[in-house]
Antibody
């Protein structure tokens, strides 16, 4: 079945970077967009951006431009999200999620990865 | 950016009650709206897409309606397993924004 498996929890100091992985299985990796969404403790959902694994094109939320980079490795069907210059406000669970419709950017998210908790603390 | 304003932020209802959650967008967006359910400690799960299409496997007591700027999620008969937070989502244009969520509890 279609599955997204994320890397484990991270503890980072302010100013550091974090790189979260999302390994896809059960479908043709390059045919679906992958989005990244985060959720701070007890808060709502915030979209960080997307990557098209076919051509590596990206679209980042303006709030994160200059601080986030999304990449992919087709040899392992894995997408990566790196967030730099971390502050305590970046403490959240980070999710990858697949666009549901093949090749279409305007699509809801299904499925989601299990989430990667990232804690930023000195 | 399209802002998604969801109401109410929380509600408490009895088992069997009809529950309605509203999401208003700051711009018209056709029917590019999805609804997700997130139970405590779990991953968001798609319920409705295209404003009114029920995802396969989702109970028929859930329904969605609306177009343009006002959208609703309705639970026709609230069940204990429906306790969760519900989010609407814009997928009409970047950034893909979410409503702030509605926490549904049993009275």
């Amino acid at each position: 079945q279609v599955q997204l498996l994320q890397s484990g929890a991270e503890l980072k100091k302010p100013g550091a970077s974090v790189k979260v992985s999302c390994k896809a299985s059960g479908y043709s990796f390059t045919r679906y967009y992958i989005h990244w969404v985060r959720q701070a403790p007890g808060q709502g959902l915030e979209w960080l951006g997307l990557i098209n694994p076919r051509d590596v094109s990206t679209n980042y939320a303006q709030k994160f431009r200059g601080r986030v980079t999304m990449t992919r490795d087709t040899s392992t069907n894995t997408v990566y999200m790196e967030l730099r210059s971390l502050t305590s406000d970046d403490t959240a669970t980070y999710y990858c999620a697949r666009g549901s419709l093949e090749g279409l950017i305007h699509s809801w998210f299904d499925p989601w990865g299990q989430g990667t908790p990232v804690t930023v603390s000195s | 950016d399209i802002q998604m304003t969801q109401s109410p932020s929380s509600l408490s209802a009895s088992v069997g009650d009809r529950v309605t959650i509203t999401c208003r967008s700051s711009q018209g967006m056709g029917n590019y709206v999805a609804w997700y359910q997130q139970k405590t400690g779990e991953v968001p799960n798609i319920l409705i897409y295209g404003a009114s299409t029920l995802q396969s496997g989702v109970p028929s007591r859930f329904s969605g309606s609306g177009s343009g700027t006002t959208f609703t999620l309705t639970i026709s008969s609230l069940q204990p397993e429906d306790v969760a937070t519900y989010f609407c989502q814009n997928y009409n244009s970047a950034p893909w924004t979410f409503g702030q969520g509605t926490k549904v509890e049993i009275k």
